[in-house]
Structures are given as structure tokens and as C-alpha cells.
């Protein structure tokens, strides 16, 4: 009982620093891309306008991953990690989150929401009680997880799934862990509630909604041929998204300093190039999509088969470069060209655009963490206005995307960079 009372303390701890960490990355994107240059008599940001900025958030970065403790949260290149960072490395974790994410690199908000709500757990056991055993630090450091991540997705199933999953949990552990943190994860959805009515912010801007996704009604033979070649394409794509990462971030981990302000700067001349190409704006190849995704189905007419193919290049390379040196979370951005990716399959012959983007989302996203069934529950959610006629294919495109997956990884190119052959 004494746990749990704690829990629920962290849980409502974890979701209001997770609302003013979410909101105040907000701001900063609104300040720095909208607002300042404003000021400056642009009627909107110039063209040019992510080249310094980005290079700006490299040299943030790149300072809070070298002079503050820690290595400024865990390395997005290697998916989504469960384990718990020190509170001592949490200053370095929020530097760099609002460097990388507030200033518009190509990554979520996930991660650093994971290692702070983590850091919270173990903060309030350490100012209650110093000689804790450490199973009960750990125990309250998952119930800010569970909390921080509830607070995302807007549900705390989502949230108990992934770290349940990542976490491997054995059947004596899994009631130890599982009732504090479906408590701090229901906190933190009630929390997700409260917070717009309390204070008049609109949500919106911070938290991941349903699809705007007609309604399907049932599949048939050729929703379900199609399924299989996009799932594994998707795959294929995410997997080569992450070779690419690797490689960045051996380059740039050698000198770090100099190469991440021009990683930056690369990501800024993607989103230029992109914006000259396709006539949309920069925007569209920035940020995580956490935003952006339900607008972009719910205007799927106004793109093109070739601005959504120049939207899932651009953007997969931008996002590729973040992910090797940046810091930040690796799902949302893969959600967000899977929906892309699911939006060009819509187009196939025979092939439904609703159906398609829920199964490529569940591609992307289990590509990314190799969970699948955290991938599904999350790509059910999201095409919950599809219907359940869109269940089926989602769960056969999460299994095609996950053993396509598992087949690459096997595969030599595919590896990580090895650094000691490399010196060889």
C-alpha cells in the first residue's frame, strides 16, 4: 500500500513535468521558427532559416553530451531503451531534448520523457527515504516511466505495453511492477485530461490523438496480397533509415564538436532542397510529426504520389542524420513516414487508403522497436477510426515488417560500425 501511495505521487509529479517539458518544446519551435522571425519583418521564416538554426542546435548539443554528466540520454540509433539514467543526468537529458527536438531535428520526445520521468522516480525515493533497497527506486523510477509515457500517448495501455515488452519482465516480477505502474500510468492519463481544462492550453499540441482515418469495413483478397510486399518494404526502408544512423554516429562520435553542428546543417539543406523540389514547406521535413501527422491524412488529397515520395526521402535521410548524433526518440518520426509511406500505398490498385496507413504505421513503428506487440496496440489505437476492419491486416503487416526485420539484422550491411575492425 505504501508503494503505491508513492507511486501515485510520482505518477502526478511525472505528468505535470511532462506537460511542461511537452509544452515548452512547443514553444520553443513556435518562438524560434514563427515568432523571432516575426520580429525580424519576415512575413514567415525564410527559406534559409533552418540552416543556423540547426547548426545552432548541433553546438548545443554536442556541449550537452560532452561537458554535462551523462551522455545527454540514451543513443536513439539503438531504438528505444527502458533502462533508468542517474537524476545526475538529467540536466544534460533536458539540454539536449530541447537542443534536438525543440529546434527542429527529426526526432520524438519519447526518450528524454522516458530518463526524466525515470529521474523523477528515483529523486522522490532518495529525499523520502535514502536507504531504500534499490528494487523500490527501481519499482518507482518505472512508475514515472509509465506516467511520463501515459501522458504521450494519451493512454495507459499504450504506455504499459511498450515498457512491458521492452522490458522482458518475468511472471514473479510482473505484479510487483505492473500495479504501481498502471497506477502512475492512469494518473498520468487523467492528468493528460485535466490539464487542458485547468489551464485553457489545447492539448493538441503535445499528445498524439487518432487518425483522421475513414472507416473500413472489411478486407478482402487483395488488401491482403498487398499487405505483405508494403509491410516488408516498409521494413526494408526503416531498417536502411538505421543503417545509415549508425554510420553517422560513428563518424560523428569521433569529433563530435565539429561534425554535429554540420550534421545540423545538413538536415536544414534537406529541408530546403525538399521545399524547392515539392513547393511545400520546409516544415514538412522537420520536427517529429508528432504534430503534423493528423493533418497530413487528413489532407492526403492535396499531395501528390511524387510529394509524398520526395517527403518519405528527404525526411528519412533528415531523420537518419538526427538519429546519429542528436538526441531525442526514434518512434515518432517513424510513424510519421509510415503514415506517408501508407499514404503512397493507399494509391495501389485495389488498395484502401485507411487499411494502408494503419499497417504501415505498425511497420515502421515494430522496424523501429522490435516489439510487436507494443507496435500493435499502438497502430490499432492510432486507426481506431478506421474500424475493426483494419485489424487484420495490421496484425499480418506487424508480422511481415518484425521477421523482415529480424532477416536484416542478420544480414553483414546491415550491422552496426565496428570501431575496433575499423582501426585495424
Known amino acids: 500500500m505504501v508503494l503505491l501511495v508513492l507511486a501515485s505521487i510520482v505518477g502526478v509529479i511525472a505528468s505535470v513535468v511532462a ?89 520524438g520526445p519519447e526518450a528524454p520523457l522516458m530518463a526524466i520521468g525515470g529521474g523523477i522516480g528515483l529523486i522522490t525515493i532518495r529525499a523520502l527515504r535514502k536507504d531504500a533497497p534499490p528494487q ?136 530546403i532542397a525538399f521545399a524547392e523540389i515539392s513547393g511545400k514547406g520546409f516544415e514538412e521535413v522537420l520536427f517529429s510529426g508528432q504534430d503534423s501527422v493528423g493533418s497530413l491524412v487528413a489532407n492526403a488529397d492535396s499531395w501528390t504520389l511524387s510529394a509524398l515520395a520526395l517527403l518519405v526521402a528527404f525526411k528519412g535521410v533528415a531523420y537518419a542524420v538526427s538519429l546519429g548524433g542528436f538526441r531525442g526518440g526514434p518512434v515518432f518520426p517513424a510513424l510519421f513516414l509510415g503514415a506517408a509511406a501508407g499514404l503512397m500505398a493507399g494509391q495501389l490498385p485495389g488498395f484502401e487508403m485507411a487499411p494502408a496507413v494503419a499497417l504501415c504505421v505498425g511497420a515502421a513503428v515494430v522496424a523501429v522497436l522490435r516489439l510487436p506487440l507494443s507496435a500493435l496496440v499502438l497502430a490499432s489505437v492510432l486507426a481506431s477510426s478506421a474500424g475493426p476492419g483494419a485489424m487484420p491486416l495490421v496484425i499480418v503487416g506487424v508480422a511481415t515488417s518484425y521477421l523482415v526485420t529480424l532477416y536484416l539484422d542478420g544480414v553483414s550491411w546491415a550491422r552496426p560500425a565496428d570501431p575496433k575492425a575499423e582501426a585495424t
Open 19 to 107: 506537460w511542461g517539458f511537452l509544452e515548452l518544446v512547443y514553444y520553443i519551435q513556435v518562438w524560434v521558427y514563427t515568432d523571432i522571425p516575426d520580429v525580424l519583418g519576415f512575413d514567415s521564416a525564410p527559406i534559409w532559416w533552418p540552416l543556423p538554426i540547426l547548426t545552432v542546435a548541433g553546438v548545443i548539443t554536442a556541449l550537452a553530451i560532452e561537458r554535462f554528466p551523462g551522455t545527454g540520454g540514451h543513443e536513439p540509433s539503438n531504438g528505444l531503451s527502458p533502462g533508468t539514467l542517474p537524476p545526475i543526468e538529467l540536466p544534460g537529458v533536458i539540454l539536449a531534448a530541447f537542443a534536438s527536438i525543440g529546434l527542429g531535428m527529426v526526432l
Open 136 to 271: 523500490v527506486g527501481q519499482l518507482l523510477a518505472s512508475a514515472g516511466v509509465f506516467a511520463s509515457l501515459s501522458f504521450l500517448f494519451g493512454s495507459p495501455i499504450i504506455a504499459a505495453v511498450i515498457l512491458i515488452e521492452a522490458a522482458g519482465l518475468s511472471r514473479d516480477r510482473m505484479p510487483l511492477v505492473i500495479i504501481p505502474g498502471l497506477l502512475a500510468a492512469g494518473i498520468g492519463s487523467l492528468v493528460s485530461i485535466g490539464m487542458s481544462s485547468w489551464t485553457g492550453l489545447d492539448s493538441s499540441n503535445i499528445s498524439l490523438g487518432s487518425l483522421p482515418l475513414p472507416e473500413f469495413g472489411r478486407p478482402d483478397l487483395v488488401d491482403f496480397l498487398w499487405t505483405v510486399p508494403v509491410a516488408a518494404a516498409v521494413a526494408l526502408g526503416t531498417v536502411l533509415i538505421f543503417v545509415l544512423a549508425r554510420n553517422v554516429r560513428f563518424h560523428v562520435e569521433k569529433r563530435r564538436m565539429a561534425l554535429l553542428p554540420l550534421s545540423g546543417l545538413v538536415v536544414g539543406g534537406l529541408a
